[in-house]
C-alpha cells in the first residue's frame, strides 16, 4: 500500500544501502492483499474479499468448501483482484509504484466512486511521488477523477513526503 511506498522514499532519504534490499522485498508482498492473501470468514460463514468487503459475499461455507469458494474467479472482483496487474484505472493504473503497493485499498475506490478499479481516494502521495508529470496528471484526473474523501478539506495541506521529516545528519 502507500505506506509501504513512503517507507520506501523514506529509507532512500535517510539510509540510501538498505533501499535496493528493501525495494525487493517489498515488490515480493506486493501490496495490498485483499482477495489474494487476506480473506473474511464472518460470524454467519459467509466469505468476503477481506474485513472491509462486508457487502460484498463471495459464497459461504455451510453450501460450499473455503477453498473452492476463495479461488473462484468467475465473481468479477475476486477474478480483479487475484490479477496481477489489477485492471486500475487512473493514477494508480500509471503509479511507479503499483508493483510495491498493489492498488491500496480498492474498497474505497468502490465505497465513493462505484468504481473498485478507479483511483484510490486515499492514497496521500502526490503526482510527483507516483512518477507523474503534471500533463499526465491533469489527463488522467479527466478521465478517472479521484473522489474526495469528507475530510479531505478539514485536515489541511498536504505535505510532499520530502518535507515531512528533516534529513539525518
Same mark, same amino acid.
Given at each position: ?6 517507507? =520506501? ?21 506486493? +501490496? ?34 473455503? +477453498? ?63 512518477? =507523474? ?6 489527463? =488522467? ?29
Amino acid at each position: 500500500d502507500a505506506d509501504a511506498v513512503y517507507l =520506501l522514499q523514506w529509507v532512500g532519504r535517510r539510509f540510501p544501502a538498505w533501499s535496493d534490499a528493501l525495494r525487493t522485498r517489498l515488490r515480493a508482498w506486493g +501490496g495490498n492483499s485483499s482477495g489474494v492473501g487476506v480473506a473474511n470468514i464472518d460470524n454467519l460463514g459467509v466469505v468476503h474479499p477481506d474485513t472491509m468487503w462486508w457487502h460484498h459475499p463471495l459464497g459461504q461455507v455451510r453450501e460450499r468448501p473455503f +477453498g473452492e469458494i476463495w479461488e473462484d474467479r468467475s465473481d468479477p472482483l475476486m477474478a480483479g483482484l487475484k490479477a496481477h496487474p489489477r485492471p486500475l484505472k487512473g493514477r494508480c493504473a500509471e503509479c511507479a509504484h503499483l508493483a510495491i503497493c498493489g492498488g491500496n485499498t480498492r474498497v474505497r475506490a468502490q465505497q465513493l466512486s462505484g468504481d473498485p478499479w478507479g483511483p484510490d481516494p486515499g492514497c496521500y502521495l502526490d503526482d510527483a511521488e507516483i512518477g =507523474l508529470s503534471p500533463e499526465q496528471a491533469e489527463r =488522467l484526473n479527466r478521465l478517472h477523477p479521484v473522489a474526495a474523501l469528507p475530510f479531505t478539506e478539514a485536515r489541511g495541506p498536504v505535505v510532499p513526503i520530502a518535507e515531512a521529516a528533516p534529513a539525518a545528519g
